[in-house]
């Protein structure tokens, strides 16, 4: 099989930004909306050495000073063997209506409107409770989400468990980040709304994104 030609990434592009009406183009093949302290991102990820591309749904909390822009609760299109599903040209020409529709039902929250604290803290459940690795970054997040829509005795009860989780880690994973307790106090340093505000706006200028529509997020 040959690569993706730039004129076909162009043609894929293109159909997804059509499609993906709500979203604006970050950068090649990636789509991304604000809602409110959270970044939804669709990346189409070549695959097969760039032979076609898969789906990729993310978040990406801007609570937190990062480098780049995550790819954090990844929800990626998979096929019938709950594999990543690799989309080749032919068959984006094809079957595009197919594949956006079975990417509705499989992450209904990369289409959600409005979209619900609820709907982003079951993506970061997901994640933590599935994860292969170590989820901290999605914990992180999930903290903060329920500071910042006001629900601190979730945030309480979910520092408790993540703490628990961090325990049971081998060392060398827990020294990344200095453990559950500096994992703690700096989740706990962080949280100051008004600094939370300007580390959103820094964050929104440091990639380019101060032109995004906030879209809201209703945290009810």
């Not at 809602?35 to 937190?64: A, D, Q, W």
């Not at 299109?77 to 068959?91: A, G, P, Q, W, Y």
């Not at 595009?96 to 509705?104: A, E, N, P």
Request: aromatic share 10%; net charge neutral.
């Amino acid at each position: 099989m040959k690569k993706l030609t730039a004129a076909a990434k162009k043609k894929i592009q293109f159909d997804w930004q059509t499609i993906l009406y709500t979203y604006k183009l970050y950068r090649p093949l990636h789509f991304i909306k604000r809602h409110g302290p959270i970044l939804l991102g669709i990346y189409l990820k070549p695959v097969y050495g760039g032979e076609g591309y898969v789906p990729v749904f993310h978040t990406h909390s801007l609570m937190t000073s990062f480098p780049v822009v995550s790819l954090t609760a990844q929800v990626a299109l998979t096929n019938s063997k709950d594999v990543e599903d690799s989309i080749r040209f032919v068959r984006h020409t094809n079957e595009l209506d197919t594949i956006v529709s079975k990417f509705r039902v499989q992450c209904p929250a990369a289409f959600a409107q409005p979209l619900t604290c609820t709907i982003i803290e079951e993506l970061y459940n997901s994640t933590i409770v599935n994860a292969n690795d170590y989820p901290v970054q999605a914990m992180t997040d999930a903290v903060l989400l329920s500071l910042w829509c006001s629900k601190e005795e979730q945030a309480e009860a979910q520092i408790q468990s993540y703490r628990s989780i961090i325990a049971r880690w081998p060392a060398a994973a827990q020294n990344r980040f200095g453990g559950s307790d500096k994992w703690e106090a700096d989740i706990r340093l962080q949280w100051n709304r008004e600094q939370i505000i300007n580390t959103i706006q820094t964050e929104l200028i440091r990639f380019k994104l101060g032109h995004l529509q906030d879209m809201l997020l209703d945290c009810e």
